[in-house]
């Protein structure tokens, strides 16, 4: 049996060969996004360049054409309603009016050059343009295939005007921006949107900026509203990078603490565990600040105003590990279990308080004031301070 397969080769794309088997079909190609000539080089095309070629003649000479279409200097261009029709809706219901009052079948595109109208309608016939074409009239062609609806051509118009070379630049940003926005093109809006964001001071000293000021006023102001907001973002998002490194400082001081009052480490220990001659390095990178820390805190006698800076970071760290752990009564850690209830007595003792008592509320501010622990009102005082050193004193020794 013998079969007939048109096969890739040659001058002639659609060259006959003779197969003494049959051949297996051939997978379906890709669907291509480009639709400029030759786009497919090399590749099998749906429709071959021949035919192409003849839609393109068709056109160009207006072999019995019935459509007249007036351009913006005055020349017409000789289209076919049907081939017209069927590429748009739009200037299929234009034709059906002009048929229905008896008028000659004319359409006028003004507004937008007549070589851009040409190549316009040069794609609804071949599906075809050229580079250099594009390359001049891509925002007209944007316009016309929103207006006709011609979803194909938007396409390419959107991706062409995005990534072509020096096509969207801060002289022109802002007129882009506004015809993307009338022509229903999410994409080049967001584009053109971001980049006025990130170049707003060269973007509103163009003219495209201060015609846009008279002539688009909310426009304006929604833009100014918008890099507002994001100026505060901005700072939000670095407040958050700040804190979150803050959250994890905090988390590595907790767990290096956690270690050095149950395991111990370098110098420093639990008093009822012997230190080890030759010790592993130590895989906390906190525990060599928090040891200095600790030492300084068990021996400080620092009698000013105020306190002594360390200890007060000490007592913050003591503060935030009582409140996060959950089972003070065997943790190793000093005070956890009595900084704890000394919070709770302290929020305790407000409850009996006049409502109209001044008191400090800050349980972080009453840990140490002028180096003593106390719990303070208006009317009484208590001073723990002797106790709490003695319990570090006792939890904590030092390597002689």
């Known amino acids: 049996m013998k079969l007939e397969t048109v096969v890739k080769g040659g001058s002639d794309p659609f060259e006959k060969r003779t197969c003494s088997t049959p051949q297996p079909p051939l997978p379906p190609p890709e669907p291509s996004t480009t639709y400029s000539k030759r786009s497919v080089m090399g590749g099998y095309h749906c429709i071959s360049s021949a035919t192409t070629d003849l839609w393109d003649r068709l056109f160009d000479e207006g072999y019995r054409a019935d459509v007249c279409v007036h351009t913006e200097n005055g020349s017409i261009i000789y289209g076919h309603s049907n081939v017209?029709?069927?590429?748009?809706?739009?200037?299929?219901?234009?034709?059906?009016?002009?048929?229905?009052?008896?008028?000659?079948?004319?359409?006028?595109?003004?507004?937008?050059?007549?070589?851009?109208v040409r190549v316009f309608i040069r794609f609804l016939y071949s599906s075809c343009y050229a580079k250099e074409e594009m390359d001049e009239f891509a925002l007209h062609l944007l316009v016309l295939s929103h207006v006709y609806v011609i979803p194909q051509l938007k396409r390419e118009c959107e991706r062409k005007i995005e990534h072509g070379l020096m096509m969207i630049n801060t002289e022109n940003v802002v007129d882009?921006?506004?015809?993307?926005?009338?022509?229903?093109?999410?994409?080049?809006?967001?584009?053109?949107?971001?980049?006025?964001?990130?170049?707003?001071?060269?973007?509103?000293?163009?003219?495209?900026?201060?015609?846009?000021?008279?002539?688009?006023?909310?426009?304006?102001?929604?833009?100014?509203?918008?890099?507002?907001?994001?100026?505060?973002r901005q700072k939000e998002r670095v407040r958050n990078t700040k804190e979150r490194q803050v959250y994890l400082q905090l988390c590595e001081a907790m767990e290096a603490l956690v270690h050095i009052c149950k395991d111990g480490c370098r110098t420093i220990g639990p008093h009822d565990k012997d230190f080890k001659v030759n010790q592993n390095p130590c895989n906390f990178a906190a525990c060599k600040g928090l040891e200095?820390?600790?030492?300084?805190?068990?021996?400080?006698?620092?009698?000013?105003?105020?306190?002594?800076?360390?200890?007060?970071?000490?007592?913050?760290?003591?503060?935030?590990?009582?409140?996060?752990?959950?089972?003070?009564?065997?943790?190793?850690?000093?005070?956890?279990?009595?900084?704890?209830?000394?919070?709770?007595?302290?929020?305790?003792?407000?409850?009996?308080?006049?409502?109209?008592?001044?008191?400090?509320?800050?349980?972080?501010?009453?840990?140490?004031?002028?180096?003593?622990?106390?719990?303070?009102?208006?009317?009484?005082?208590?001073?723990?301070?002797?106790?709490?050193?003695?319990?570090?004193?006792?939890?904590?020794?030092?390597?002689?």
């Open 292 to 400: 200095s820390l600790v030492r300084h805190f068990s021996s400080c006698k620092l009698r000013v105003p105020g306190g002594c800076i360390h200890c007060k970071r000490m007592w913050q760290l003591l503060e935030l590990h009582s409140r996060l752990c959950a089972d003070s009564d065997v943790c190793r850690v000093p005070l956890c279990r009595l900084v704890l209830l000394v919070c709770s007595l302290f929020c305790l003792v407000i409850q009996f308080l006049p409502y109209n008592t001044y008191i400090c509320t800050l349980p972080t501010v009453l840990f140490l004031r002028e180096n003593l622990f106390i719990v303070e009102t208006n009317s009484f005082k208590y001073n723990i301070s002797g106790l709490l050193r003695r319990e570090v004193g006792n939890k904590v020794r030092k390597k002689r």
């Open 84 to 116: 017209l029709g069927m590429a748009s809706p739009v200037l299929r219901e234009m034709l059906k009016q002009a048929r229905k009052h008896g008028h000659q079948r004319s359409i006028s595109m003004l507004g937008v050059p007549s070589e851009a």
């Open 176 to 232: 882009i921006f506004q015809l993307a926005l009338l022509c229903d093109a999410p994409r080049l809006s967001f584009v053109c949107h971001r980049m006025i964001c990130n170049n707003f001071k060269s973007v509103s000293a163009t003219e495209g900026w201060t015609a846009m000021k008279q002539s688009h006023p909310v426009l304006e102001k929604i833009l100014l509203e918008f890099i507002t907001d994001e100026d505060h």
